[in-house]
């Protein structure tokens, strides 16, 4: 068994669960899609199965994920499942504060936008106070590249998306 997280802070709770309980998976990896396609290429292991939990829906890349599932083995199944289903109003109107808040820089630091604007700030000190807000605000959902592109664009990717 092979465990995956892109969240270091989910790694290393899995890496001492597995020392206090003496079980747990084979391999814990920190990473994405292609840490994993590229870690079983380097020890030729070819995964049967794949089970995530709460993970499609984050995914920023479909195409390129599924590239990097497909290319461990042709054979390999997948499974998806989540529970941020839109039809329960409890889950609903809780993911919507927690986004709402990660989006708005008012749950715990860093957040998905004091990451942006931290990067921003960093990446272009020529920009105002206010550039900075504003092209934080509107590059949610992008990776530093395409925040980088859409800066240097001066905003024509963000139509394109």
Known sequence: MIYLDLNPKSVETIRILKEEFGTGPDMILQGNSDRLADWCKENQIHPDLLIATDLIEHVYDLEVFFKDLSGISNDMQMIFTTASTPYNPYIKRRLHKLMDGCESGTLETPNYYTLR??????????????????????????????????????????LNR
Request: no cysteine; charged share 30%; hydrophobic share 30%.
């Open 117 to 158: 604007k931290s990067y921003i700030e960093k990446n272009y000190p020529a920009l105002s106070k206010k550039e900075i807000e504003n092209w934080a605000i509107h590059t949610r959902d992008l990776t530093y590249p395409d925040i980088d592109r859409a800066i240097q664009s001066g905003g024509n990717t963000l």
